[in-house]
C-alpha cells in the first residue's frame, strides 16, 4: 500500500494534514495550505474537483478513486502517475487516479 511512508521511501516530500495541525480543517483551508506550501494535494476525497474548478483554490491535485478491492491497483497507478509527471506539471493539473489509468487535466491559469 502506498501510504505516506510509502511515498517518503520512493523520495517525495510528504506532509499529512495531521502533522500540520490541520486534521480538522475544512476542504478549503487544506487546498490553501497545500498552495501556500508548494505542494501537490493527493485525496480520496472527490469534493476537490468542485473546489479547484468552480471556485478555483489551491493548486494541484491528485484525486484517488478508490475502493477497498482496487487500493493496490490505483496505488500502482499513482506511483506510475508520479513518474511520468513533472512536479510543477502536478501544480497545475487535477488528476484523477483509477485502477490501471488516470485522466489529467490541466488547472485554468
Avoid: C, W
Wanted: charge should be neutral; proline fraction near 4%.
Amino acid at each position: 500500500m502506498l501510504s505516506p511512508s510509502g511515498l517518503k521511501s520512493l523520495g517525495h516530500d510528504v506532509l499529512t494534514a495531521r502533522s500540520l495541525g490541520l486534521s480538522r480543517a475544512d476542504d478549503s483551508e487544506l487546498l490553501l495550505a497545500a498552495s501556500r506550501e508548494g505542494r501537490i494535494f493527493v485525496t480520496r476525497d472527490r469534493d476537490f474537483g468542485g473546489l479547484i474548478f468552480v471556485e478555483q483554490k489551491g493548486s494541484g491535485v491528485i484525486y484517488l478513486r478508490v475502493e477497498p478491492a482496487t487500493i493496490n491497483a490505483v496505488h500502482a497507478e499513482l506511483e506510475a502517475v508520479l513518474t511520468r509527471y513533472t512536479e510543477e506539471q502536478l501544480r497545475k493539473a487535477f488528476v484523477v487516479v483509477e485502477p490501471h489509468r488516470h485522466r489529467f487535466r490541466h488547472l485554468p491559469q
